[in-house]
């Protein structure tokens, strides 16, 4: 859509010089006057007809032109409405994630207090401290 925008009508600068090119008498009534035989009014006509086909033409493409420009401009509009909407979804996950994040750094604040918290397992009370040995697994159900 935006491709054929760049082929249109208000950029057609060939055109735009023809219609500016066009001799004066085709658009001004006073030059009327000026005139003298049946020919040059028949001359006249040719070229009168002609700068209205141009014209005719040029004001059709611009018209069409205009409708594509309202109809990509309301695409973009849409697309930028459903972008917007995509970034509110994103940033709200963001946010759930940021919230998920802060949940674990506190677990893990809290799971690295209590092992620090822990009794130093060499320490323990062994054989040499008076205290009897655990029991191995096997003699648990003897």
Known sequence: ALQNLENAASSDAEVREKIAKLPPE?????????????????DLLVQVEAASSLLDDYNSRLQEE????????NMVSEFLSAQRELLAQAEERLEQYYEKLEKMKGMERDLRSHIAAL????????????????????????
């Open 66 to 73: 205009l409708k594509e420009r309202k109809r990509v401009g």
């Open 119 to 142: 009794p130093d397992i060499p320490v323990l009370p062994g054989s040499g401290s008076g205290l009897d040995a655990l029991p191995r697994g096997g003699d648990l159900f003897r």
């Open 26 to 42: 085709v658009s001004e009534i006073t030059k009327l006057e000026a005139l003298t035989t049946a020919q040059q009014g028949r």
